[in-house]
């Protein structure tokens, strides 16, 4: 049996273990994200975040789900992996270039536990998403989908990982639990999607529930938010500068114009520091 260091954090109440690779060494990860992240035998966490030295930017950041796959891109992870980097003394820059799976992302300072995300551009056409709805250019919107045996009209586009929209009259009764599963592993979606559930009230606000692919329903997602928003404005329901409301709390997410990059603006919180046992079972 070996200890391995870890940090507890979240962004909105989408929460998330930190280890890290630069300080410690590490053991292979795939085979103990899934635990780490179980609420009942692990730490407990919507994802598993990787700090690691990067050769193409300031840092790296390795994602993993709950279910123990790993993803290209979190929003409010890489909130909360910038603010770990300062905590523990790896930097002190008030702007960063993290290499994800999807490319370089740059996080920067805010305030006080703070931080904002350019998050680039979003992804609008089908096959880069990836989905089999659409064509062409994109974007996709309001699509027809049966899922469940209901016609839906889902709405897609990737902030770096791919996302499905669909507008409900209320988040809070929508039916996340059945729809969502369906949704993310439906054959529309080859390497499966996150699925927003989303409320515009006002053309500066969106209500938002969100089923994460690889983690069930989580109180927050970034990337999300960050769709939800390019949706809303290209449907015309909503400005472009809007605060998206969660179950974990509020993003704030600005599109100045349709070749422009978005950006995210979110709170990245620390919960406590301990170490776990690994090994074998």
């Not at 795939?30 to 994802?47: E, K, M, S, T, V």
């Not at 790296?60 to 979190?74: K, L, S």
């Not at 609008?124 to 049966?146: Q, S």
Request: glycine share 10%.
């Amino acid at each position: 049996m070996s200890e391995l260091r870890f940090a507890k954090m979240h962004g909105a109440g989408n929460d998330f273990v930190v280890l890290d690779g630069i300080r410690d060494a590490l053991p292979p990860i795939a085979p103990i994200a899934a635990r780490l992240c179980d609420r009942h035998f692990g730490i407990g966490a919507d994802q598993l975040l990787v700090v690691r030295p990067s050769q193409a930017a300031d840092f790296r950041m390795e994602i993993w789900n709950a279910d123990g796959t790993q993803v290209e891109m979190c929003a409010n992870g890489i909130r909360c992996f910038y603010k770990y980097l300062r905590d523990a003394g790896h930097t002190r820059a008030r702007e960063l270039s993290v290499e994800t799976l999807s490319g370089v992302v740059r996080p920067r300072w805010a305030g006080p536990d703070l931080v904002t995300v350019d998050m680039g551009r979003p992804i609008l056409a089908p096959a880069k998403i990836p989905t089999r709805l659409g064509a062409g250019d994109g974007p996709v919107l309001d699509a027809p989908m049966v899922v469940a045996g209901e016609t839906l009209r889902i709405s897609s586009v990737s902030m770096g990982n791919p996302h499905a929209v669909l507008f409900v009259d209320d988040p809070e009764t929508a039916p996340v639990e059945r729809l969502g599963p369906a949704i993310e592993r439906d054959s529309a979606f080859p390497n499966r999607v996150n699925v927003e559930f989303v409320a515009p009230r006002g053309r500066d606000r969106l209500l938002q529930r969100t089923w994460e692919r690889g983690a069930g329903e989580t109180l927050a997602c970034g990337s999300g938010a960050c769709a939800a928003a390019v949706v809303s404005i290209l449907r015309g329901v909503a400005d472009r500068r809007l605060r998206v409301e969660l179950r974990g709390g509020g993003l704030e997410i600005v599109w100045p114009a349709d070749d422009a990059h978005v950006e995210m603006t979110g709170p990245a919180a620390h919960v406590f520091e301990g170490r776990i046992a690994v090994g074998e079972d």
